[in-house]
């Protein structure tokens, strides 16, 4: 069963990956487990990873943060991956403010804040994801056309994009990976969960141990090593 994975970058670093010692994943090698897992002739046929550049100026460790993204995508374009990106807006808006939890957020009483925005990024998954799914046999053979897509995330902004993929090709099958630790995930959305054949909730912290590039990735130019802070 011939697989293609559409990973939102941006949905697995925060919900699976920020604070812990497992950022340098494995992705191919993670994804191939799980659906292989999930059905023993799924193969990985093609992996999508959607991301933004970071921002030195609001990232934690300003531009070494930029630099080990820089240096994780050059790994992951070394196994394969097709990397897609899109892009940050940041703006000035009005916000409630917050006082504590009891107290609820009122239009009366805002403040000034700096707002940033991930833009682009679902509309290209979306896209990404009809196109494959729309893409002629590239042979005349069962093995030659995709069979499967998988999406890696748990935005639910993406549910009208698997609902059209569901209802014009009946023949793919659907499957969501929901981009939460293990113990800490949540009710899976209804959304997508009803728009898949088959959902992943969790990946648990011995699986993404287990799934870790090498410290030096060799690269076609420089090799990509594993950021010292990682």
Wanted: glycine residues 6%; charged residues 25%.
């Amino acid at each position: 069963m011939q697989t293609a994975f559409f990973i939102d970058g941006y949905n697995v670093f925060y919900g699976l990956l920020a604070g812990t010692p497992y950022k340098w994943l494995d992705l191919p090698s993670l994804l191939s487990a799980i659906i292989h897992e999930q059905n023993p002739h799924s193969q990985v046929a093609e992996i999508h990873y959607f991301t933004s550049p970071v921002q030195p100026a609001l990232a934690t460790r300003g531009q070494q943060s930029k630099q080990a993204q820089d240096t994780y995508i050059r790994a992951l374009k070394a196994y394969g991956v097709e990397v897609h990106w899109g892009r940050h807006r940041l703006d000035h808006r009005k916000a409630p403010r917050f006082v504590s939890r009891e107290v609820p957020a009122s239009r009366q009483d805002q403040v000034d804040i700096w707002n940033l925005e991930e833009k682009e990024t679902d509309v290209r998954i979306a896209i990404a994801m009809y196109r494959i799914a729309a893409k002629p046999c590239r042979e005349d053979t069962p093995e030659g056309r995709t069979q499967q897509i998988v999406l890696v995330s748990g935005d639910t902004d993406l549910a009208p994009a698997l609902e059209a993929i569901r209802e014009d090709f009946p023949h793919l099958r659907i499957g969501i990976i929901v981009p939460h630790r293990k113990g800490g995930e949540r009710t899976p959305p209804g959304s997508l969960r009803n728009n898949a054949n088959w959902m992943r909730r969790y990946i648990s912290n011995e699986e993404l141990e287990a799934h870790q590039f090498p410290a030096r990735v060799p690269t076609h130019k420089k090799p990509a090593d594993k950021p010292d802070y990682w």
